[in-house]
């Protein structure tokens, strides 16, 4: 399986790139806010992606998190969700986006994507709420999938066994989603008072995100 591309941008198409890589051209469909991301024709670019495979079709998707590539195997597990409407999701809203309207049951929100009616976005909602804190627990992957300044050479690198066990850097909802689990917060109520900690100061830090979702999660009255 095809885990990574990285190489040449020989062609920009409306919803996919053709990145060159060591002479074999490689046809990548991605979101529009991935797309908007990509260099130019002849910039270097490398993407995660996720082969599908059918009877009479091979298509490649790209992403440019590990994340992002997760929230797109999920949301193609739900019924009605195909390749296009997740690509559709992941541009509407983004990796966080998404994140935020399923674990806090925010369907309305998925409706935005192109596509993507309201049957369809509660669906999503209730089949991957579950899925969510463990999603937001990967934080913001790093490296991302660019490739290293001066490299001329470029490679196609196979997919970890699990995406879980990448080399990671938490971002600040991950390292928040844990300190909450650690003080006995339970994972789906951490998750939900994160995001909707994140939703409401997008530019938060960790300690920040902490003491906001820890407001949300005290008892009223």
């Not at 559709?88 to 929100?109: E, F, K, Y």
């Amino acid at each position: 399986m095809i885990g990574r591309v990285a190489g040449r941008v020989d062609w920009r198409g409306a919803d996919h790139v053709l990145i060159d890589v060591r002479g074999v051209g490689y046809i990548v469909y991605c979101s529009e806010r991935t797309l908007g991301a990509l260099p130019g024709v002849g910039g270097m670019a490398a993407l995660y992606t996720d082969l599908l495979v059918r009877e009479d079709l091979l298509q490649l998707f790209g992403f440019p998190t590990l994340v992002e590539k997760e929230w797109h195997r999920l949301l193609m597990s739900v019924q009605g969700i195909g390749a296009k409407a997740s690509l559709a999701i992941l541009g509407a809203l983004g990796p966080d986006g998404v994140s935020r309207a399923i674990t806090l049951g925010d369907w309305n929100a998925i409706t935005v994507a192109r596509g993507v009616g309201a049957k369809t976005a509660q669906r999503v909602v209730n089949e991957l709420k579950d899925k969510a804190p463990t999603v937001m627990a990967m934080g913001e992957l790093a490296p991302t999938a660019a490739p290293e300044a001066g490299v001329e050479d470029a490679v196609i690198e196979t997919a970890p066994a699990r995406v879980a066990q990448a080399p990671a850097s938490p971002g600040a909802q991950a390292e928040a989603l844990s300190a909450l689990t650690n003080l006995g917060y339970g994972p789906g109520e951490a998750a939900g008072a994160v995001a909707q900690a994140a939703g409401e100061t997008p530019q938060a830090d960790t300690s920040a995100l902490i003491r906001a979702a820890l407001r949300l999660l005290a008892p009223k009255g």
